[in-house]
């Protein structure tokens, strides 16, 4: 790694950026997950984070995959 304050700052961009990635990686309750789909767009919003991708996927198979979500986390929270 590079010497001196160039070298701490990379260390700390790493570290920070390390735990930011395993945060979002933590479970997460179902009420906080949100599943939004545009075509070849998935938006998932896990707690406060939002997580956005540009996907090549089938679109009638997504829509069917979003639409067994939804049912799914509408049946777990209406218990």
Do not use: C
Not at 51 to 61: A, N, R
């Amino acid at each position: 790694m590079a010497p001196g304050v160039f070298g701490w700052i990379a260390e700390k961009a790493v570290g920070f950026a390390s735990r930011a990635v395993e945060k979002v990686l933590e479970p997460h309750a179902l009420a906080d997950v949100e599943l939004g789909l545009q075509h070849d767009r998935v938006n998932l919003r896990l707690g406060r984070y939002n997580i956005g991708w540009d996907l090549e996927v089938d679109p009638t198979e997504a829509y069917i995959f979003e639409a067994k979500f939804r049912d799914a986390k509408d049946a777990l929270l209406r218990r």
